[in-house]
């Protein structure tokens, strides 16, 4: 109530100015990022749902080239009459109501969860495959832009303080801590956000692409060489289910650090790029 | 009460929710563009990869202990009930449509023909893989010996087995068709087609999911055209359930 609509010039090395603290904005995510931000998280939404769709027509996991309802699963969601059940490495969790067995489904993965919202195989491809050309062409782009335009070198890569291992280990302490970065410091991704963004960007995402490739059979007959980087065409398949746990829980700790370092001010850097540093407590 | 307004408030919201999903999943436009991604599945894989590559084959040693089957296991017709009988000495395999010496074959016939062993891996639409080895006659030599027309675009598999009713057909275009490890197998792991998997013959597309690997092949015919044959979709999966007709991926 007491900001009033400050007058915002197309300029954006000139901050929007009046709201009510003293610390000034600082424009710290520029367009690109911005964009690729957005239509990522819209597609990695869209692929672990439409995934889940895919999972729930054989919800089971092998190791090795080939593996059946007669092989031995390492994991599996699945239900027993009325009971749903985990199955991971000789343990079973029950998880009546949520996976494997809810009163709607008896599918591994809940309608809820899942794009379309009901079962079919056909969909969840398609929508699967549509948004994996998204994924690929924007990741792409992406990295040709961080590359070329130094956001990878100047923001994103460790600097050789931060890749001393004291110097993790304090961060480690400071965010168990939930002590985050204030003043000048908060403009820079700290390095534990540094590494979780890497491993998301170079990692993680080249990681599920590239299994999920493997796991095509025309794929495989043009680029036999993938089948042998990742040990088969079912090992692809369980590793591209952990590269999709991977990403369910960087969402869950990104999320989590969001809301703790300050949703407002963290939305409107993602969305406008303005971001006010965030003050000491002891008011330094 | 306030429990109660709580728990339908949330079960409305989902409710919603899962409504306003089903409208955007549902809607034609969507459905529209999202096949857009499909055509472009095809047509870039078929842009990176070598049109003739070979699917992996693997050995002896990589077979599947126990391969699953799938799909239908006893087509239900008389016609194919007498054939399994007597073990399908009077079975024969037409090959029609857009050829210019239209013939039929025995199964003895196929067998004495040229021969391609190859053991490889068969990955079902639903995720699971299994490992065979399977003996047949590539589909190439008998299209060639039919004098297949330069305008074919697609080979069709007319198969005796249906569901209630609807009879299961695949298609294939002539880039699969005539490559070397596409063979109408009658010989699965040194064994005579088992019924289960298709007996007397089944189509084996190496670098395709399950479903367009056609089993209890009776006719094969080539065509311009995919439209006007059953559902126009290409198959019995693609026509029912609104499969990929390109199942390379």
């Known amino acids: 109530m007491d900001a009033a609509p400050a007058l915002v010039t197309s300029q954006e090395d000139v901050p929007p100015r009046g709201t009510s603290t003293d610390q000034p904005l600082v424009y710290r995510t520029r367009l690109p ?64 109501g949520f996976l494997g067995w809810t009163e709607s489904s008896t599918k591994a993965f809940p309608p809820l969860l899942t794009i379309p ?3 079919s195989l056909a969909e969840g491809r398609q929508w699967h495959f549509f948004f994996a050309w998204v994924l690929v062409i924007s990741i792409s782009l992406f990295v040709i832009y961080a590359i070329f335009f130094k956001h990878l070198s100047r923001d994103l890569a460790l600097t050789r303080e931060e890749r001393r291992p004291a110097h993790l280990w304090h961060d480690i302490k400071e965010h168990a801590r939930l002590r985050f970065p204030t003043g000048e410091a908060a403009k820079a991704y700290n390095p534990l956000q540094k590494i979780a963004y890497l491993g998301v960007i170079f990692v993680l995402i080249p990681l599920v692409i590239l299994t999920g490739m493997t796991m095509s059979p025309n794929l495989n007959a043009a680029f036999p060489w993938l089948l042998d980087l990742f040990g088969g065409r079912q090992s692809a398949r369980s590793i591209h289910f952990l590269c999709a746990a991977g990403f369910v829980g960087f969402i869950a700790v990104h999320l989590l650090m969001v809301i703790l370092a300050g949703p407002l001010n963290e939305l409107r850097s993602i969305i406008t790029g303005w971001y006010r540093l965030p003050v000491r407590k002891d008011g330094q | 009460m306030t429990l109660i307004s709580r728990r339908s408030a949330l079960v409305g919201a989902t409710g919603l929710l899962l409504s306003g999903c089903e409208k955007i999943t549902t809607a034609p436009a969507v459905r529209k563009v999202l096949t857009a991604g499909e055509k472009a599945m095809l047509s870039g894989q078929r842009l990176v990869t070598d049109r003739n590559a070979l699917a992996p084959e693997f050995t002896r040693a990589d077979l599947s202990p126990r391969f699953r089957m799938n799909g239908n296991r006893l087509p239900g017709s008389a ?3 007498a054939h399994m009988a007597n073990g399908f000495a009077d079975w024969k395999l037409e090959i029609g449509g857009r050829v210019a010496r239209p013939f039929s074959m025995t199964l003895a016939q196929l067998k004495s023909a040229p021969q391609r062993t190859q053991i490889t891996r068969h990955d079902c639409v639903e995720g699971w893989s299994a490992i065979g080895e399977w003996t047949g006659v590539p589909l190439g030599l008998i299209l060639r010996q039919a004098q297949i027309l330069p305008s074919a675009q697609y080979v069709i598999f007319h198969c005796a087995d249906d569901f209630s009713g609807t009879p299961y057909y695949e298609s294939i275009d002539m880039i699969d068709a005539m490559h070397p490890q596409t063979i109408l197998a009658h010989t699965m792991n040194r064994q005579p087609l088992p019924v289960g998997h298709g007996a007397p013959v089944r189509l084996r597309v190496e670098r395709a999911l399950g479903y367009k690997q056609a089993k209890y092949v009776m006719k094969i015919e080539a065509v311009d055209t995919l439209a006007g044959i059953h559902g126009g979709g290409g198959g019995y999966w693609e026509d029912h359930s609104g499969y990929q007709w390109f199942a390379g991926i």
Request: charged share 15%; hydrophobic share 45%; no cysteine.
């Open chain 1, 33 to 96: 990022v911005r964009i690729w931000h957005w239509v990522n998280a819209l597609t990695i939404f869209i692929m672990l749902m439409s995934g889940a769709t895919i999972f729930n027509a054989h919800p089971r996991l092998y190791w090795g080239k080939f593996g059946a309802n007669y092989e031995r699963a390492w994991f599996a969601i699945g239900h027993r009459g009325q009971e749903g059940y985990l199955y991971f490495s000789g343990l079973e969790i029950p998880t009546t």
């Open chain 1, 117 to 119: 919202n009901y079962y």
């Open chain 2, 79 to 81: 016609d194919y009930q």
